[in-house]
């Protein structure tokens, strides 16, 4: 079984910052792309950014040159480090990994986090 555990939400003025860590365990054979994704009160699901396992990223353009992904492989770890925080990025971020259980077969599948509510205001 396998589980991603989001970390480092909370309440934040305009303008600071925020370092979001999710960790995977469980059964786990390998994980390629990791990424953020957040819902705000009302709307739909969207990504924020994304990491392959060879540290290659993308960004909403909402969030390019504010936000940063990273991750660990050696600890299964994917951060995203939020600076410059705005009131519209307030929403549940969620954590999102595709993981391989077993080497056979070939097979990757999608897991998600639990969420963490980030809420950014005065």
């Known amino acids: 079984q396998v589980q991603l555990v989001e970390s480092g939400g909370g309440l934040v003025q305009p303008g600071g910052s925020l370092r979001l860590s999710c960790v995977a365990s469980?059964?786990?054979?390998?994980?390629?792309?990791m990424a953020w994704y957040r819902q705000a009160p009302g709307k739909q699901r969207e990504p924020v950014a994304t990491?392959?396992?060879?540290?290659?990223?993308n960004y909403a353009d909402s969030v390019k040159g504010r936000f940063t992904i990273s991750r660990d492989n050696a600890k299964n770890t994917v951060y995203l480090q939020m600076n410059s925080l705005k009131p519209q990025d307030t929403a549940v971020y969620y954590c999102?990994?595709?993981?391989?259980?077993?080497?056979?077969?070939?097979?990757?599948?999608?897991?998600w986090g639990q969420g963490t509510q980030v809420t950014v205001s005065s």
């Open positions: 990491i392959t396992s060879g540290g290659s990223t």
């Open positions: 469980g059964s786990i054979f390998g994980i390629s792309s």
């Open positions: 999102n990994a595709n993981i391989r259980i077993r080497p056979v077969p070939i097979k990757w599948d999608p897991y």
